[in-house]
């Protein structure tokens, strides 16, 4: 017997993670289904606590690839090709290495006896929460191949909307990286050159400027204490992802993100765009509404909204409307939830919700092409300021003396 560490999700669709006693990881599997539990990830726990220790950015793989995967895969299943098959044909075609290797990894989950959706969750560093519901909705509605084909079309647009906003935030990169490079060596080698000039000045009473005293303890912490920044920044970086690896840390953060001025808008918005199109391709594919609404919360990217979305499922249980505790929740915006409303109530929900998030999704380009506008302007006037209160810092001084000697 051997313990496998598992995540999975109970009939209710909360979170569980544990260990399970088993004499392989298919016997664990069926351990798990004996209580009830949806499966997202079985494996022996020091191969769970290898993977958690990586860089955030190993095994990461572009859009582009996950997304020419999910077309190809697609394809070959509607010409009849066995999954087991198409899945093997795709690894030895994939030109990316760690996208071959998380292939053949899926199909030998496969071939053990998992769904592709629970072997694909195994690689969460390739596949994101979006493509992992729609191909489970896929699998649970009889429509695997059209749910890969909307998938890459999602992932597409957001690979195209990520390269516009990094080739515009290109320059600003270079000019803050290369400004502040500048301004912190000015600070650490160029301000204690002119040390023995101010004591002079403080020796003879006459004292330095709020500024230069302020400059010079900034200058002086950098060359005690500089080294320290990068290994603080590490140690931050690394609690902030062991703070959002847990569930009470994820929602907070996730509540956080959308009181960020500007950003927390783009976050609400495309948090709410992603439950409309998953929502309403599985409505419109046949997937029943309680089954849609929990899968579809799945795909949200936010926790806030995906309990809104598990309790509207509760909700129409119990017999009452799907609106009435999205609209209570506050994260819906008012004109959506009215166009939610007048579909439920002409049962056309899985045409308009398309529609929302098509519109949800003009609008957050629109936001974003103004926000990288903004943001070159604003990084020169930072960039100036720094610059500027490094040479007033040092040049006020001087003036003060002039004038006291005139």
């Not at 303890?217 to 609690?239: D, E, K, N, Q």
Request: glycine fraction near 8%; charged fraction near 20%.
């Amino acid at each position: 017997m051997q313990n496998f560490a598992y995540i999975a999700k109970n009939a209710e669709g909360r979170r569980i993670e544990g260990l399970v006693s088993a004499l392989s990881r298919r016997d664990a599997l069926q351990r798990l289904r004996q209580q009830s539990l949806y499966p997202l990830t079985v494996a022996e726990p020091h191969a769970a606590q290898g993977r958690s220790f990586g860089w955030p950015w190993a095994g990461r793989v572009r859009k582009e690839y996950v997304a020419d995967l999910c077309t190809q895969l697609a394809d070959l299943l509607a010409n009849g090709v066995p999954l087991l098959e198409s899945l093997q044909v795709l690894a030895e075609a994939t030109p990316h290495d760690r996208l071959r290797d998380a292939v053949l990894r899926i199909r030998d989950a496969v071939a053990d006896g998992r769904n592709l959706d629970q072997a694909m969750a195994t690689e969460s560093t390739i596949f994101s929460e979006l493509t992992l519901s729609m191909v489970r909705a896929g699998l649970e509605g009889a429509f695997l191949e059209d749910a890969l084909q909307r998938t890459s079309g999602f992932l597409r647009k957001q690979d195209e909307m990520r390269a516009k906003v990094v080739g515009a935030l290109t320059y600003p990169i270079i000019l803050g990286t290369v400004g502040s490079l500048i301004t912190g060596l000015m600070v650490t080698f160029l301000v204690p050159k002119f040390q023995p000039f101010f004591d002079r000045l403080e020796q003879t009473g006459s004292g330095l400027p709020m500024i230069t005293v302020i400059l010079l303890s900034v200058s002086h912490g950098l060359m005690r204490y500089g080294w320290l920044l990068p290994i603080m920044l590490a140690l931050l970086f690394a609690g902030a992802r062991r703070f959002n690896a847990t569930p009470w840390g994820r929602e907070w953060i996730d509540r956080w993100k959308l009181r960020i001025p500007g950003l927390g808008a783009i976050f609400h918005d495309a948090a709410v765009s992603r439950a409309c199109r998953v929502l309403g391709t599985l409505l419109h594919n046949g997937v029943p509404i309680l089954k849609s609404l929990r899968i579809s919360s799945e795909s949200t990217g936010n926790r806030l909204l995906e309990k809104v979305m598990l309790k509207s499922a509760d909700n129409i249980t119990s017999g009452d409307s799907l609106s009435k505790p999205l609209a209570a929740s506050g994260l819906i915006p008012p004109p959506v939830m009215a166009m939610i409303r007048i579909a439920e109530e002409a049962n056309t929900m899985d045409q308009v919700l398309v529609k929302i998030a098509d519109r949800i999704d003009q609008k957050i380009e629109r936001r974003l092409e103004v926000m990288v506008r903004m943001i070159e302007p604003l990084m020169l006037v930072l960039i100036g300021g720094m610059v500027m209160f490094v040479i007033v810092g040092v040049l006020l001084p001087v003036f003060d003396l002039n004038s006291a000697v005139d």
